[in-house]
C-alpha cells in the first residue's frame, strides 16, 4: 500500500506550531452530519473524541473527511498513550493527536516516537490518508503531569500541551471552575511552563465565556463547544421560548 501524502494539509499544524489562535469544536458522537455541522461553523478545528465518545476507528474516514470538507481540520484524541492508538488514528485521516494519560517525559518520548516516522520516530508508514507531520498534543490532566510538564516539553517533537480541566480537577480535588483558587493556581503553573518553553497551550471549554477567558490567559488552542451540548442547550433554549 503507497503513502498519499496530504502535505496541503500541513497549514492547521504549521498554525499550531508558530502559536496562532486556533478554535475548536468536540465531537462526542459518531455521526458524520454533526462533524460537517460543527466544522462547517467558523471553527479551525474538529477533536473527534475516540475516548470517551461514541466514534471508533471504523467511524474515522467518514468523520475526518466531513470534517475537513466543511472547512476544519480533524484531531483525534485518542483512547490511551500507545502507539496503536496514535497510529491507527492517524492512518485513518486525523492531522494531529490529542493524547491523554501521558504522566512522565519519557511516556511522551514515546508518544512522539508513535507519531513519526523512521528515523524521528518509529511509527509504521503505510496509512493512506495520513499526512506527513501529523501534530502531537500532550494531555495534561494530574500533579504528576504537571510535576513532569518542563520535561515534557523540551521533549523534542512535542507540539503542545492541552489541558483537560475535569480530570485535572478531579485529581487535584477542587471545583471545575477556572476561577476555583486551586485549579487556577494550577493552570497558572501550566501556561507559564509553555510560555517558557515556546509552545503553545491549548484547554477544553465547553462555553465561550469560559473560553475567552482562557484566551485572554494566553491559550491558543480552544475548544469552545461539543456537538451534544450545543444540541442540548439549542434544544432547551428555543423549547423555553416555545413555551412561555
Known amino acids: ?17 508558530r502559536g496562532d489562535l486556533v478554535f475548536g469544536g468536540w465531537l462526542a458522537t459518531a455521526s458524520e452530519l454533526a462533524a460537517g455541522a460543527l466544522a462547517g461553523s467558523g ?5 473527534i473524541d475516540l475516548q470517551h465518545g461514541g466514534a471508533g476507528e471504523r467511524d474515522l474516514p ?12 480533524p484531531l483525534g484524541r485518542v483512547r490511551h498513550a500507545h502507539p496503536a492508538d496514535i497510529g491507527r488514528a492517524l492512518d485513518l485521516g486525523c492531522d494531529g493527536v490529542i493524547v491523554p494519560n501521558v504522566e512522565t517525559a519519557e511516556q511522551a518520548r514515546a ?5 513519526r516516522y ?3 520516530g518509529y511509527r ?9 507531520d501529523p501534530l502531537c498534543l500532550i494531555m495534561v ?7 513532569e510538564l518542563a520535561a515534557t516539553l523540551s521533549v523534542p517533537g512535542v507540539d503542545g500541551i492541552y489541558v483537560g480541566p475535569r480530570d485535572l480537577s478531579l485529581s ?3 471545583a471545575l471552575d477556572p476561577r476555583d483558587p486551586v485549579l487556577s493556581a494550577a493552570f497558572e503553573r501550566i501556561w507559564a511552563a509553555c510560555e517558557t518553553a515556546g509552545k503553545p497551550v491549548g484547554v477544553h471549554a465547553t462555553d465561550g465565556a469560559t473560553a475567552r477567558l482562557y484566551r485572554e490567559s494566553g491559550c491558543r488552542f480552544i475548544t469552545v463547544i461539543s456537538d451534544l451540548l450545543a444540541i442540548r442547550r439549542a434544544t432547551a433554549s428555543e423549547l423555553a421560548v416555545a413555551s412561555a
Not at 6 to 13: M, P
Not at 111 to 115: A, L
Not at 141 to 147: G, L, N, R, Y
Open 172 to 174: 487535584l480535588g477542587c
Open 141 to 147: 490532566e494530574s500533579p504528576q503531569a504537571m510535576a
Open 124 to 132: 509504521s508508514a503505510g496509512g493512506v490518508l495520513a499526512i506527513q
Open 118 to 120: 523512521p528515523p524521528d
Open 62 to 73: 467518514g468523520l475526518t473527511a466531513a470534517i475537513r470538507l466543511a472547512g476544519a481540520a
Open 1 to 17: 500500500m503507497c503513502l498519499a501524502w496530504r502535505v496541503t494539509e500541513g497549514s492547521f499544524c504549521d498554525r499550531v506550531r
Open 111 to 115: 508518544v512522539v516516537g508513535g507519531c
Open 43 to 47: 471553527l479551525d478545528y474538529v477533536g
